[in-house]
């Protein structure tokens, strides 16, 4: 059983930085595409960035500039490093894995393309 475990969150102004991290065994995971979710209060889940087994990355419009997906395999992790926060980014943040070795086009903002979900973790970014 695959289950991505998400840590960093927490509470930070307006301006600040915060990196978010999702470890996940249990599978090769160089080999594994990844990806950051979000769920604000209220409001849907929304993607935010993702990242090929290749190292390739993908944003949402909204953090473009600000976030900053990268992974390191040696330790099965992936990181959300997130700049110049805005109250508006307060959400819970989750990890998956996409279930894909090479996704199809246009699938890397689908949620229903990931099969493997952390529990995710709430980041609070006050004005």
């Known amino acids: 059983q695959v289950q991505p475990v998400e840590s960093g969150g927490g509470l930070v102004q307006a301006g600040g930085s915060l990196r978010l991290s999702c470890a996940a065994s249990?599978?090769?995971?160089?080999?594994?595409?990844m990806g950051w979710f979000r769920q604000a209060p209220g409001k849907e889940r929304e993607f935010v960035a993702a990242?090929?087994?290749?190292?390739?990355?993908y944003y949402a419009d909204s953090v473009k500039g600000r976030f900053t997906i990268s992974r390191d395999n040696a330790k099965n992790t992936v990181y959300l490093q997130m700049n110049s926060l805005k109250p508006e980014d307060t959400a819970i943040f989750s990890c998956?894995?996409?279930?894909?070795?090479?996704?199809?086009?246009?699938?890397?903002?689908?949620?229903?393309?990931?099969?493997?979900w952390g529990q995710g973790i709430q980041v609070t970014v006050s004005s």
């Open positions: 249990g599978r090769t995971f160089s080999s594994a595409n």
């Open positions: 990242i090929s087994w290749s190292g390739n990355t």
């Open positions: 998956a894995i996409h279930k894909y070795y090479r996704p199809p086009k246009g699938t890397w903002e689908r949620q229903d393309e990931y099969d493997y």
